[in-house]
């Protein structure tokens, strides 16, 4: 069962960390996706020019396995050399694994959503973690973990496959989400909807007639078919097209080529968003 702290948001009144276990499936370089995006758009919040101070990482909930820990590890320190990256897990055994590989500058610690560190993060990312959760629960989730946060910092809580083809992510700051992001690799899918069973907790179950992540789905799906003639220059001059077709159209699409060319596509959050509940347009605050 999911502690009450975390459908409010806040701290266990037990002191246990706040969550559950997951299955913690792992596979080398099965995060690459959302870590490229972590140190490309999302680098400046890594940056000790914005945070003043070596910054703070943290992988919540790696899994069974440390390895995507230190990958996390390697992206961030690829950004901020002297960067501090904390991998957490609610699970005694998975901590034990990470504290046995004596990395300087990652540290593992037993916790959940609280976030168990002495400093804010400039980023958190939860990936596959919530997954298992119900929707209800992902507010009071979010609204714990960007709790943690600097004033500049990111959430990125999103699913990927499991060996890493399809991707999607929400970006969250203090304010709230800002922006669903989409990353699939070419020859994985057929359609950019493929990603659909891989959405975020948030949005997964939204994928239905009437929402707005089904209208969007659709609308790419529908740009991919008009850019297929372009398929014969490659599938990245397809999704570029595809993107720019998107925009063109009324989607608010962020970003440019660079990062269509790698098969991403990171949209604003009100254009995706529940159209009822807690995670329609609101804030955490």
Known sequence: MVQKATRLGGRSRTGRPLGHATRGTTNPNRMRRVNRWMTGPQAWRLRPGVTGAPPIAVDLGYGASPGTAVEFFDSV??????????????????????????????????????????QRASVIRAFNVLRQYDEADVPGIWKTMAARLTDDGVLIEGTCDEIGRRSSWVAITKDGPQTLSISLRFGAFSRPSDVAERLPKALIHRNVDGERIH???????????????????????????MCIALRASGWPICDTASRWRLGEMTVRWHAVAPRAGALALADLN
């Open 77 to 118: 320190r690829s950004v901020s050399p002297l960067a501090q990256v904390f991998g957490i897990e609610i699970e005694p055994e998975r901590v034990a694994r990470g504290i046995a590989l004596h990395l300087q500058g990652l540290d593992f610690r037993l916790g959940g959503f609280e976030i168990p560190i002495e």
């Open 215 to 241: 209208g969007f789905l659709a609308a790419a799906d529908a740009a991919w078919l008009l850019t297929a003639p372009l398929a014969s220059f490659g599938n990245k001059q397809r999704f570029v097209a």
